[in-house]
C-alpha cells in the first residue's frame, strides 16, 4: 500500500481576463499550496477501479475525480510499451481534511497527487508535461497540483509559469459550512467590475520578482462580488471575519473560504484561537497553516 499527502491551494490574487466563444473565462492567477492536507491510501491489485471515502459529501463512483485519474492513467498506459506488468486494479481510499466546495481545489489535489503516484509506481513512463495534459483533461486546476509549486496560472488552467519563491505568510483558513457551485459564481460574473488597473500594476511588478517576493499587497479576487451575491451568507460571514480579526478578508478560488495572511506567528495564533473561540459550536470549520513548499 502506497500513502500519499494531497495540499490544498489558495489563490492569492484572481483576475478573470476574458470570456471565451465557448462559454469558458480565461483567468490570470497566483496558487499555491498550503498545509492542509487529504491523506490518500493506494492498494494495487484485481482489475477494477475502487474509490471509498467515510466523508458523505464525497462520491465513491466515476464521478470523482480520484477515479476519473486512476482512469485515465491505465488508459493511457494500455498505448505504451513498459517493462511493468499491467494492473488495472487500485482502491482508493481518501481520508479528507480540505473541504469540499470550499475553492481550496481538494478533489484536483487528489486526482493530481494520484496521476504522480502511479506515473512513478509504473517507472515514470510519463513526463511532467504529459501529466499535466491528461490533468487538464480531469480538471482546471489538476495540472497545478501536478506542477507542485507556486506558479501563476492562465488561461483554463493550461498555462503554468513557475513563480519565485513566496515570503512565507501563516494563514488563518475560514470554510463557512457552505459549498459554492463555480459554474453559477461564473455565470454571474460580471467581467466589467474587473479592476485593470491593479491587474495592470500586478504585471508591471511580477516581472521583477526575486525570492521571499511579498504578495499581501497584491491580494485580490475577482469572483468574490459575484459569489458574495449568489450567497449571502459568505458575505456576512467575510464581514464578520473582517471584523473579528480587524483585517482585510480574501476569498479563494470561486469560494467559499476565506484567508487571512499574518507574518508574525504570535499574532497569526493569537488571532486564529480569537476567532475559534467566537465560532464554536458553528457550521463554520477554521484552520491555521500556512504556505507550504511543492
Known amino acids: 500500500m502506497i500513502t500519499i499527502k494531497s495540499p490544498a491551494k489558495i489563490n492569492l490574487f484572481l483576475y478573470v481576463t476574458s470570456k471565451r466563444n465557448d462559454g469558458y473565462h480565461e483567468l490570470f492567477t497566483l496558487m499555491t499550496f498550503i498545509n492542509l492536507y487529504d491523506e490518500i491510501n493506494l492498494k494495487f491489485g484485481g482489475n477494477k477501479i475502487y474509490v471509498s471515502c467515510k ?3 464525497i462520491p465513491e463512483d466515476e464521478s470523482n475525480l480520484a477515479y476519473k485519474a486512476a482512469f485515465l492513467f491505465f488508459k493511457r498506459l494500455s498505448t505504451i510499451k513498459t517493462p511493468f506488468k499491467r494492473n488495472n486494479g487500485i482502491s482508493i481510499n481518501i481520508k479528507k481534511k480540505i473541504p469540499v466546495g470550499a475553492g481550496l481545489g481538494g478533489g484536483s489535489s487528489n486526482a493530481a497527487f494520484i496521476l504522480k503516484a502511479l506515473n512513478k509506481y509504473y517507472g515514470s513512463p510519463f513526463s511532467l508535461s504529459e501529466l499535466m495534459e491528461m490533468g487538464l483533461c480531469i480538471g482546471s486546476d489538476v495540472p497545478f497540483f501536478i506542477h507542485g509549486s507556486p506558479a501563476i496560472v492562465q488561461g483554463i488552467g493550461e498555462r503554468i509559469k513557475a513563480f519565485a519563491p513566496l515570503m512565507t505568510y501563516h494563514v488563518i483558513l475560514a470554510f463557512p459550512g457552505i459549498n459554492t457551485s463555480t459554474s453559477k459564481v461564473f455565470k454571474n460574473f460580471d467581467l466589467r467590475l474587473t479592476k485593470k488597473s491593479k491587474f495592470n500594476n500586478i504585471l508591471l511588478n511580477i516581472g521583477n520578482t526575486n525570492p ?7 491580494l485580490h479576487n475577482d469572483l468574490e462580488i ?6 449571502s451568507d459568505i458575505r456576512l460571514v467575510k464581514k464578520e471575519m473582517s471584523q473579528i480579526l480587524s483585517r482585510e478578508v480574501f476569498m479563494t478560488g470561486s ?4 484567508f487571512v495572511l499574518f507574518s508574525d506567528y504570535k499574532k497569526a495564533k493569537q488571532n486564529f484561537q480569537k476567532l475559534s473561540n467566537k465560532w464554536k459550536g458553528t457550521c463554520k470549520s477554521i484552520f491555521f497553516t500556512s504556505f507550504a513548499c511543492g
Do not use: E, L, Q, T
Not at 459575484?226 to 450567497?231: E, G, P, V
Open 55 to 57: 466523508d458523505f459529501d
Open 212 to 218: 521571499n517576493f511579498d504578495i499581501k499587497n497584491f
Open 226 to 231: 459575484a459569489a458574495c451575491k449568489i450567497y
Open 255 to 258: 469560494g467559499s473560504s476565506f
